[in-house]
């Protein structure tokens, strides 16, 4: 019937923010099923409650008797309303099954919670004979062993599936584990399989779509969106926008933004993207449309409006025009199912929205209290995956089996850890919390007395009247760890009075080492007779190896299965056992990852769509030094991680607003000598370039509120005064004679041809400066952020190959001496590291640095080596050699840890970020 109304929650305690919150939302909530004509139990039960206790006795229920049988236990809210049931001058008897010689303490608990209402103990009689006990070495292996008895019983007893019952005290653990098994083992099953809404993908991307409304306008990330396969285009064609276009996760735009950014380099209007931001476009106005349109109160606009976009996006009907299994459909159909039912419930609920507004809420607050509603409410809902078949072994909580009766009965997953269940309660809450929700009706306490309820549960379920009874417990955890039983276990035990060896008589012990059955006869699936042929070929082999003839030596079941019945897999078979026949002799198979590529037509083929198709940069010249495997993932796989918005300034973004502030100031005195008599003007000048710069520079990587970006830039252009102050002192100490002469200056294919060494290897490449000094001698910059650059010995040894790859493609296009290399680390270090000729070393100022002095024949090895390493790096990539090479630098700033061979235990050692960045 519809419930009473409720009265405001009395809070004693005072209830922290965050569940005063949840009270908020969750009084909408109850106002939602009170209009609808609807409550939740546990909310009921509390309304009924008070208003019993608040009438005195005098309220007319027309109960005279009430009679309760067929419970296991009663839960707190329950024995509230019976208690007052009776304080109102009902009759009320509750029937509470007790084990044999019970010590009276679940009688006198329960009768404590009911007062005055009466309990009345039905005794069951005392089992003949002691339940069986499973101690397995993890869950997963008493699981198995649960499946496998139960086969043992079908097959060899006869025993037909729904005659027997597993009780699980472990829902989320051990069930799962169990119905891989049984259907592995093919046993049919009888379990209601249930789902939250807030697990369905499809209700969670209608729900984006809802949030995509409430966001009025203001930046939303649509990425989510699109790569939804029931509301967007799908994760593929979504992939593929998001890498040639978007190439940045977690950015937040407008709608108007994100059109934009589609239509960079595609101003046709034809791409998906664009397409795409169109329609979300047009939902976000049918919503609005539909919602003005509404003739039902504002919670029935709202409805109306969501329904309306998630139909201009598609739904429902996508859902059934979508690649995958009917079975997947069927699913998702429930789930839309369930959403389209809770959607017409709230539709048709009176006005629950906030009304503290005063007056009407702006359109984003109204979407957003709707969203908020909703999905408080999915979070509350489940719908049905299928439907159970009646001819299968029942599988179920304690609470059902206990009342229910079954000739075989497994009580499992009785972990100490699992019985008496652990009550949780939300970690945000409060001690007054707890109350304040509970006395509003949130159940959060289902089963009132907890442990004495278990213990009760556990008896009635140990003295059923199954003919067979199984208590099931793993003995350590998944990982290894000790696990213990139960005490309730123990204590049946002791009433039992079972001595030690007793209990050994009647446990099954399924220790770690049991992988797959000993026994032929306990072989209960396909994947367990291969697994058992294996074991017999391996242990053939490594008894045999000598000769080799593994079939002379293997069981005769494996040899049939193998040889007659399981032909495809005898193959794989037998390519193991070789496999492990070389491995023994200490010979290196086929096969075995080392990063070569030994096939030749394949590395024809990659040569020429990969390697012949770009020159080499300095970049993928260092990438193939540092480590050959990641440069095979990026150039070759042409695996590109995906960028993501920051929580923190982007290095990127920094490093780029650096170079361009160096780079324009330079570029107004391109051929002069910097005049250290003008500082004040050149300082004004390259104040108001930094300030021009930072006001382009993009930020989209950097998800940080403006106010920091603005702080942090101004650092910026304040620091633009220490690239001036360096580039005066230079002046002043070498005599002015250095000139800047080119900048950001290009050389590969198709500006300046160049190629390297014998094998003419083609490079390319950008210097970001070049100066001209004595005697028409040329020095090189590279412009570097962040706190380290590759020292001068890296540079040297061509560990780093950039400034070395520079110097000889300027001295061979320009056809001019080359004085020097440096990096020149932005805004405010100066000339740090690099190598020069020591003719050159005053007119760098270079003073005590001697790491990068060079003779002219330690010049000349210099750029012999790098004239190697460009060859060397050529052929090897040609050749098909990637393998591994882990170092400290290499893995340090690597993309790809996650699909390198070489180092996974390793990438946790990794440093910590905050070195180089080429700008
Ligand atoms: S993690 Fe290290 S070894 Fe592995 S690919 Fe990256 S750089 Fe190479």
Aim: contains cysteine; negative net charge; glycine residues 8%.
């Amino acid at each position: 019937g519809r419930a009473a109304p409720a009265a405001p929650p009395s809070m004693r305690l005072t209830p922290s923010a965050h569940a005063l919150d949840v009270l908020e939302v969750w009084r909408r909530y109850c106002g939602l099923l009170d209009s609808t004509g609807r409550a939740e139990r546990g909310r009921l039960y509390s309304a009924l409650t008070e208003r019993l206790l608040s009438a005195e006795g005098k309220m007319r229920h027309g109960l005279e008797t009430v009679r309760v049988s067929g419970y296991v236990w009663i839960g707190g809210l329950e024995a509230s309303l019976l208690s007052a049931l009776a304080r109102s001058g009902a009759d009320v008897e509750i029937e509470l099954r007790s084990p044999p010689e019970h010590n009276g303490r679940a009688l006198a608990s329960m009768e404590d919670a009911v007062k005055p209402a009466r309990v009345v103990s039905i005794e069951l009689p005392a089992r003949p004979e002691p339940p069986r006990l499973v101690a397995a070495a993890g869950p997963t292996r008493e699981a198995r062993e649960v499946a496998r008895e139960i086969k043992r019983l079908i097959v060899d007893e006869g025993v037909r599936p729904s005659k027997m019952c597993v009780a699980s005290a472990d829902s989320e653990g051990f069930v799962p584990l169990l119905l891989e098994a049984l259907e592995e083992f093919g046993v049919p099953v009888t379990v209601s399989r249930k789902r939250m809404m807030i697990e369905s993908s499809l209700v969670l991307d209608c729900f984006e779509v809802a949030r995509l409304i409430s966001a009025a306008g203001r930046p939303f990330d649509i990425m989510p969106l699109m790569s939804s396969p029931y509301v967007g285009l799908g994760p593929h064609r979504a992939g593929q926008i998001a890498r040639d276009k978007i190439e940045l996760r977690g950015l937040e735009l407008s709608l108007a933004r994100w059109r934009e950014r589609l239509a960079a380099d595609d101003s046709s209007g034809e791409c998906d993207g664009q397409r795409y931001v169109e329609l979300l476009a047009q939902a976000l106005e049918q919503a609005e449309d539909a919602r003005r349109a509404s003739a039902g109160t504002r919670l029935a606009g709202h409805v109306e409006g969501f329904r309306a976009a998630l139909t201009c996006l598609g739904m429902p009907h996508r859902i059934f025009t979508l690649e995958g299994s009917p079975g997947r459909a069927v699913e998702e159909w429930m789930a839309w199912a369930a959403l389209h039912s809770l959607l017409l419930e709230i539709g048709h609920a009176q006005e629950v929205l906030d009304v503290s507004h005063g007056s009407a809420p702006s359109s984003g607050e109204g979407w957003a209290e709707f969203v908020s509603l909703l999905t408080f409410a999915a979070g509350r809902r489940s719908f049905s995956l299928d439907r159970p078949s009646p001819h299968g072994v029942e599988v179920m909580g304690l609470e059902r089996a206990a009342s229910s009766d079954h000739e075989f009965l497994f009580v499992s997953g009785l972990g100490e850890q699992m019985l008496p269940r652990r009550r949780r309660s939300p970690w945000m809450l409060q001690d007054g919390d707890l109350e304040a929700l509970a006395r509003a009706g949130v159940s959060l306490e289902p089963m009132g007395n907890g442990a004495e309820a278990d213990r009760h549960m556990f008896n009635i379920l140990a003295h059923s009247r199954a003919e067979k009874i199984y208590l099931t417990y793993a003995t350590t955890q998944e990982d290894g760890s000790v696990a213990r039983r139960s005490f309730f276990v123990d204590e049946h035990l002791t009433s039992l009075g079972l001595s030690e060896a007793d209990e050994g008589e009647i446990t099954r012990v399924v220790p770690a080492s049991s992988v797959f059955p000993r026994q032929w006869s306990d072989v209960a699936s396909k994947r367990e007779v291969r697994m058992r042929s294996l074991w017999s070929i391996g242990r053939a082999g490594s008894a045999d190896a000598a000769c080799g003839l593994w079939r002379v030596a293997v069981e005769p079941e494996a040899v049939l299965w193998l040889s007659v019945l399981d032909r495809d897999f005898a193959e794989i078979a037998e390519a193991w056992h070789e496999l492990q026949v070389l491995d023994g002799a200490g010979i290196e198979a086929a096969n075995r990852f080392n990063g070569h590529i030994g096939c030749s037509e394949l590395l024809r083929q990659m040569a020429s769509i990969k390697l012949d198709a770009r020159p080499w940069s300095a970049n993928s010249l260092n990438q193939y030094i540092g480590c050959p495997f990641s440069f095979f993932c990026r150039y070759v796989l042409g695996i590109e991680p995906a960028d993501s918005v920051g929580d923190d300034v982007d290095a990127r973004d920094r490093g780029t607003c650096l170079h361009n502030i160096a780079k324009e100031f330079i570029e107004s005195h391109i051929g002069e000598v910097l005049d250290p008599a003008k500082a004040d003007e050149y300082a004004e000048e390259i104040h108001e370039i930094a300030c021009d710069v930072v006001g382009r520079t993009p930020t989209e990587r950097s998800g940080i509120p403006e106010s920091v970006w603005n702080a942090y830039f101004a650092g910026i252009v304040a620091a633009s005064r220490d690239f001036l102050a360096r580039e005066l002192e230079f002046v002043e100490a070498t005599g002015g004679v250095w000139r800047p002469a080119r900048l950001e200056w290009s050389f590969g294919p198709r500006v300046r041809e160049f190629a390297v060494g014998e094998c003419r290897v083609p490079v390319a490449g950008r210097i970001d400066r070049i100066d001209v000094g004595p005697g028409g001698a040329l020095a090189i910059y590279d412009y570097k952020s962040g706190k380290k650059a590759p020292s001068s010995k890296e540079i040297k040894e061509v560990a780093d190959i950039q400034l070395g790859l520079y110097a000889l493609a300027a001295e061979h296009l320009l056809g001019a001496e080359v004085a020097g290399v440096w990096y020149w680390q932005v805004p405010s270090k100066g000339r740090t590291q690099g190598v020069w000729k020591a003719g050159y070393h005053r007119d760098f100022n270079a003073g005590r640095k001697w790491a990068g002095k060079l003779d002219d024949d330690e010049w000349r090895a210099f750029q012999e080596r790098v004239r190697e390493a460009v060859a060397r790096c050529d052929q090897g990539a040609r050749q098909g050699m990637y393998p591994p090479t882990p170092s400290e630098d290499a893995c340090r700033y690597c993309d790809f840890p996650d699909i390198c061979r070489a180092t996974e235990s390793a990438a946790s050692d990794l440093p910590e970020e905050g070195g180089v960045e080429d700008v």
